[in-house]
Each structure stands twice: as C-alpha cells, then as structure tokens.
C-alpha cells in the first residue's frame, strides 16, 4: 500500500492543486534523497525491506531512525501538498471517532480529527482519493476538510482507539453510568455490603472484574485508582512506569471501591483510616493473590491494589545461572559467591527490581539432592521442585524469625530467607551463617555498599557482620529497548554530562560513540522498549573490605575499595547497556539519577 504517495506518480486533483510544486510526479525516495534526509542507497535498502514487510517505505524508515517522522511528514507535504496532522490533534475523543463507522476508518484509512455543524476535519494517508472524500460527505453531510496521516501515525491509531481490551472495557462503563443515573435511591452501608456479597453479576462486578484481568493480561504490577478534580481515574504500572487507563464514570467511584473492599473483607464503613486488605481469584486457570489498601486523601480515598504473579513452577534439574542483563563476568563472580558453604548473600535494591528472582535463579543453580534447601517466603512466589518452601502467616505468629528458628531444628544447608525486616531476623541469619549454613535473603539498600551501613544501623554488630557476610548484589530494572525500531545517534554534551563520571576526555569519547533512542513499532505496541533488563553491582566481600567493615568504615570508603578492586557500579554497568544499544539514556536517569563526581 502507498502511504501518500510514496510510490504512486499521478493524481489529477494534485497535479491541479500543486502545478507549480518542483516534486510533483516524483516518488517519495527521491524527495526525501534530495531533501538530504537519507542517501540512495538507504533508500534501495529501505524499499527491500518495505517490500518484504508489507509496509510503506516512510514507516521503514522511520522504524530504523533513518529519519524522523517530521522530516516523512514535511516529504510527503511537499509531495502531495496537503497539511500534515499534528500530534495534539491525534488525542480523539470517542464522541469523534463515532462520526465515522468503524469498518469505513480502517478500510479507507481515514480518522476523523474534529467536527462543527458544517465541516468534518478528517486525516487520511491518501489525502486526494476523491471516492472515500465523497462517502464521508454521503455519510456525514458535512464538508471535508482534508489533512495527511502517515501510515505510522495511523497505525498507532489504530492500536490505542480501536484495540479491543478497550472497546470492551468502555461498554462496561457505558453500562455503569446508565445503572448509576436509573439508581436514584441512596442505598444504607448494610444494604450496599448484602447485595455486594450475594451479586456476581451486576455491571460493577463485571467492571471490577475487568480490571483486574486487565491488569493481568498486560503483565502490570500495580492498579492505581485515585481521585483527581474531575473524577477518578485509573493508572496500571507495566515495567515499572504508570500509565493511565480510563477516567471512572461519574458517581461510581463509591460502588467500585466498595466492591474491593468487600472482597478483600475490609471495613466499608471506614473512610478516614488507611486499610489493607487481600483477596485472590482465578484467571485463565490460574491462581492470583491481590494486596489492597485504601488511604484518605484531600478529595477521597485512593486505593492501590498490587498484583502478585502466580507461583510458577521451576524444574528442579542442575542448571547454570542465567540473569538478563549479566554479563560472563558478572555470572562467574556470582558462581564464586555461590559456591562457599556457609556465609550470608544478600541482594538489594528497591521493590520491583528483581531481587527474588535473582535469588531464585541462584537457588536453582545449586539445588541437589545432597543438600537440604529451605525458604521462608512473603508470598511463594516460584514452586522449585526439591527445595522445602514456607510461608509466613503474621496473624498464625509465624514471622520470618520465628519461622527461621523452626527451619535451623530442620537440618537445613542452604536458607532463604525472603526478606530481612527487622534485628530479629537479621540475627537469626547472621547466627545461621556463623553456624555453618549459607543464607540468602533480600533488603532494601541503593547500593551494594550502603548495605553494610544499613545492617549496622539495623543493630548488627560490624564484626559479626564482617565474618558472615560472603557478597552483595545490589540490581535494578531498566526497560530493554525494541530491537526492531530503535534508532541510532550521537548523544549531545548535556547527556554525555548526565552519565559519565570521568572528565572532558570521557565526555568527549562518549559524544563519539552512537547510541540508540526508542521509536515505537507494532512489535512493541508503539513504545520503543519490549521488557526489562537487569543491573547488576556484585560486590564480594573481600579481605579489605572485612576489615573496613569490622573499623566501623563509610560505605563511600568501602565502595571505593570495591572500585579499586574491579566491581563496577550500578551507573558503570547501565552505562554498558547503553553503549551495547539494550537500553538509553532516559532509562539510566529514571532508574539511576544523574551520575555524581
């Protein structure tokens, strides 16, 4: 298919309207060579490849960054002389899109813009096919006006108005606000919990319900809803970013945060106090548990619910460790690790950023029927066959330390203990360690040497931390670029500043080195990443560093030893993956911050 007229010559209307254009009756390869944007033989490539995928060469090359999308846009104006629709006009509304039906939009490859009582905006890919511009006049009764789409453009269209998650979930609440303005009465709190209970077919239900697969069936972590000064709205975070979903229709908010919270047993009466809660159900033949909880903010009560992935199971076969985003020898220092008999490893970071996993992996590395491996786990995440898992039951009394103190009566070697709350726990595993078992556990720290701050600070005593204590994984979570739309390009000053730590030299050295940007493609629902990548600081706790530990050192003095000793840091190791072109530069700021001197 042409997109414009990137490969068509004639048009009679163009030729009338454009006479005097120097590129009329010219491809669009040619224009956009004799613009400068790309060379012949990136053109030559790019046909090839157009052709091969059924797309329009404009998209190609964009999807490759061989050109921006204004530069296609401003080819393919001077092409066919129609103005190019803006981006703030493509934010459409559903009272817009309903003008025109939707087989006639997508066949046609036609979106309406914006309307009045006379004239209808509307942006095509084909701006002068005449037959479509007199079906939307005998559709509409109203006058054309005509603006120029690409077929990228269009096809993110496409994706975000017409996908159809979303036109499910918009009956629904077009059913809900019917219900709600039919429900005149006010309903008492016991009335509203009685039906609530007994009714798993109502609309809010089924709405509720949506949600939540929703929420599952695009692998988010979090559901946000919250008040805003017109109304409620809904965010899910995916890949550690919010985005938001849908505006709740109006006067429903109350019926929907009620519908959680009886099904997470909390007090429905209650509004003034933060409540947590949980609840679980069954998708698609699996198990989810849902954390819940509520807080009164300035215009109503804001209600998190955090989706807990369903244990999964894991062979339980020898295998070597597999981390993404690790490079060989970063796996071989985490081997050595691994590989002593007694002594505490501990992976950090904050919440979301792989640490379980991590320690999962490691677990499953040296999972053999000569050893005894036990965990203590906040939920049980990943089932591995051949390792005794255990989970905490706070209302039960069975805590992580309470629960650590059963499994060393347990003839255990290998502990993993999900998370290291409190001097309590911190104690039994540094005893664990000191009597002969390897304990792995997880904290929350911003860097492998801080850690050690942070358990002296917990109560642990510097010697006892200094003799227990094997190596440290500090990790975090950077969206992965999409390998087939990411483009490359030299990086400016100012970012080369934001992320090298060296001097003019390094600075000058990076601006020199190409990097890549995300573009946005239909592999990777127009968004430039597909998935995450790990980052990985592993800090063995070497002689050197025992003995800064045990003389009550800082953990800049400790990081900078680590540093002369080979671990690479946090911002070091984003910094590979960026050169590496498997991340950028915007996702080293949003995960790391600005590198300090």
Known sequence: QDEGFETSEENSSFGEKNSDNKYHGKRLGEILVDMGFVNEEQIFNGLVKAKKAQVPLGTILVQQGLISLDNLKKALTAQCGFEAVKENQLNLSDDVLAILPEDFIKINRVIPISYNEKELVVAMINPTDNKVINDIIFLTSLKPQVLLITHYEFQMCMQNFFNAQKRDTKKIIRKIEKQSKSNQREETLFEQAQRELKDDSNIVVKFVNKLLSDGIDMKASDIHIEPRLDGYIVRYRKDGILRKAMNLPQNTESAILTRFKVMSKMNIAEHR???????????????????????????????????????????????????????????????????????????????????????????????????????????IEIRIDGINQSQINTKAGITFASCMRAILRQDPDVILVG?????????TAISAALTGHLVLSTLHTNSAASTI???????????????????????????????????????????????????????????????????????????????????????????????????GAHDIQIEEVAVGGGMRTLHQVCLRHIIEGKTTISEFLRVLGPVKE
């Open 453 to 551: 701050t942070r358990l002296i600070d917990m109560g642990a005593k510097d010697y006892l931390v200094s003799s227990t204590l094997v190596g440290i994984i500090a990790q975090r979570l950077v969206r992965g670029l999409c390998p087939h739309c990411r483009s490359e390009y030299y990086p400016s000053r100012e970012e080369a500043e934001l992320v090298i730590a060296g001097g003019e030299k390094e600075i000058q050295a990076f601006m020199k080195t190409p990097v890549y940007k995300p573009i946005g493609c239909e592999k990777c629902n127009f968004e430039g990443y597909m998935g995450r990548i790990g980052v990985f600081e592993i800090m063995p706790i070497t002689k050197e560093i025992k003995k800064l530990i045990a003389q």
């Open 273 to 379: 106090r933060p409540q947590d809660g949980s609840f679980s159900i069954s998708y698609k033949d699996k198990d989810y548990d849902f954390r819940i909880n509520t807080l009164p903010v300035g215009d109503g009560e804001k209600m998190v619910i955090r989706i807990l992935a369903p244990a999964v199971s894991m062979s339980s076969s020898r295998d070597e460790i597999t981390l993404s985003g690790a490079s060989e020898s970063e796996i071989a220092l985490i081997k050595k690790m691994e590989s002593v008999p007694n002594g505490i490893i501990l992976t950090t970071g904050p919440t979301g950023s792989g640490k379980t996993t991590t320690l999962y992996t490691l677990l499953k590395a040296i999972n053999d029927e000569k050893i005894n491996i036990t965990t203590i786990e906040d939920p």
């Open 419 to 427: 998370e290291i709350r409190d001097i309590e726990t911190l104690e």
